[in-house]
Antibody
Framework: QVQLVESGGGVVQPGRSLRLSCAASGFNFRDYAMHWVRQAPDKGLEWVAVVGVDGNTKYYADSVKGRFTISRDNSKNTLSMQMNSLRVEDTAVYFC?????????WGQGTTVIVSS | EIVMTQSPATLSVSPGERAILSCRASQSVSGRLAWFQQKPGQAPRLLIYDASTRATGIPARFSGSGSGTEFTLTISGLQSEDFVVYYCQQYNNWPLTFGGGTKVEIK
């Protein structure tokens, strides 16, 4: 079945780095743009970043631009996000999302906590 | 950035009745508007895309309408599992933006 499984979350100090991964299965990963969306504790949803099918087209939310880098490996059906210079306000559940016409498949999320 | 405003923040409805949720965009998003349902501890689930098209497997009691800047999600015959949080999202412009959510609670 179509599935997205995130990993890599954890507790990290402000200013440090973390790398999230998302393993895709059950569909042709290379045919879909992929996104990261996050949700801070008891807050709403915030779009973070997108990467196009070829891995070259990328857009970021202003809140993470210059600190986060989204990437994909179509040979391994994997989406990644390198998060540098983490801030307390980056604390959230991070979801990997597939988006053909709309965000139709979501992973279960991985939790990132930035705290000293 | 397009700001998405959902109203009301909380909607109290009796089971079996109809709920009408609103979403307003700060500028036109054409019909590129989606609705999501989120249950506690779970990822959001796509209900409606392109303003009025139900996603695969979504019951007919969920319907969407609107265009431009004004959109509505209608849930007819509310069932117990429908009393959760709903978000709208525009995907017409970067950055993609979500509304703040509407919580549907039991009256």
């Amino acid at each position: 079945q179509v599935q997205l499984v995130e990993s890599g979350g954890g507790v990290v100090q402000p200013g440090r780095s973390l790398r999230l991964s998302c393993a895709a299965s059950g569909f042709n990963f290379r045919d879909y743009a992929m996104h990261w969306v996050r949700q801070a504790p008891d807050k709403g949803l915030e779009w973070v970043a997108v990467v196009g099918v070829d891995g070259n087209t990328k857009y970021y939310a202003d809140s993470v631009k210059g600190r986060f880098t989204i990437s994909r490996d179509n040979s391994k059906n994997t989406l990644s996000m390198q998060m540098n210079s983490l801030r307390v306000e980056d604390t959230a559940v991070y979801f990997c999302v597939r988006m053909p016409d709309a965000m139709d498949v979501w992973g279960q999320g991985t939790t990132v906590i930035v705290s000293s | 950035e397009i700001v998405m405003t959902q109203s009301p923040a909380t909607l109290s409805v009796s089971p079996g009745e109809r709920a009408i949720l609103s979403c307003r965009a700060s500028q036109s998003v054409s019909g590129r508007l989606a609705w999501f349902q989120q249950k506690p501890g779970q990822a959001p689930r796509l209900l409606i895309y392109d303003a009025s098209t139900r996603a695969t497997g979504i019951p007919a009691r969920f319907s969407g309408s609107g265009s431009g800047t004004e959109f509505t999600l209608t849930i007819s015959g509310l069932q117990s599992e429908d009393f959760v949080v709903y978000y709208c999202q525009q995907y017409n412009n970067w950055p993609l933006t979500f509304g703040g959510g509407t919580k549907v609670e039991i009256k």
